[in-house]
């Protein structure tokens, strides 16, 4: 399952983010990683949430971050959920160009049954037709 918050800046995809990874942890069986590219939310998210602040690992670009991903994934059969907050600030890349990005995500959540929640700044107007099936 991928789940994709989809707004301009300042609509609140963070705030549902962060209130569904607190809301989930309580109810999971696995393990729930947040990342996001700041600190800003680690004492607003339960301490059972793995969080990684990916500015301290050397990622830049949609395909390593996938390969990010999958290295998050496969160190632990356990991960249930994973939160991405902010993705086009993390991979520091435009939306249009992550159509191989969500592919690869996609496969990996029905092979693995691993669930994604991923906010996305955009035009909500706008969405591109590899992201609208998951809003």
């Known amino acids: ?7 301009k800046k300042g609509m609140g ?3 549902q983010m962060l209130e569904n990874a607190n809301a989930i ?3 999971s069986n696995g393990n729930v990683v947040y990342i996001d590219d700041s600190n800003e939310l680690l004492m607003k998210l339960s301490h059972k ?8 690992y050397p990622v830049s670009g949609a395909e ?3 390969g990010f991903i999958c290295g998050v994934a496969s160190q632990n059969y356990d991960i249930e959920t ?7 600030y993390i991979v520091h890349q435009g939306i249009d160009s992550m159509r191989s990005f969500f592919e690869g995500i996609d496969k990996i959540s029905k ?4 669930h ?3 906010s996305i700044n955009g035009d909500e107007n706008n969405i591109p037709d590899f992201i609208a099936p998951y809003v």
């Open 1 to 7: 399952m991928i789940k994709v918050f989809y707004g």
């Open 13 to 15: 995809k963070t705030k």
């Open 25 to 27: 942890v309580t109810q």
């Open 49 to 56: 949430i793995r969080f990684i602040n990916i500015l301290d």
């Open 64 to 66: 390593p971050f996938l």
């Open 82 to 88: 994973i939160f991405i907050d902010g993705l086009t």
């Open 111 to 114: 092979e693995h049954n691993v």
């Open 116 to 118: 994604f929640y991923i």
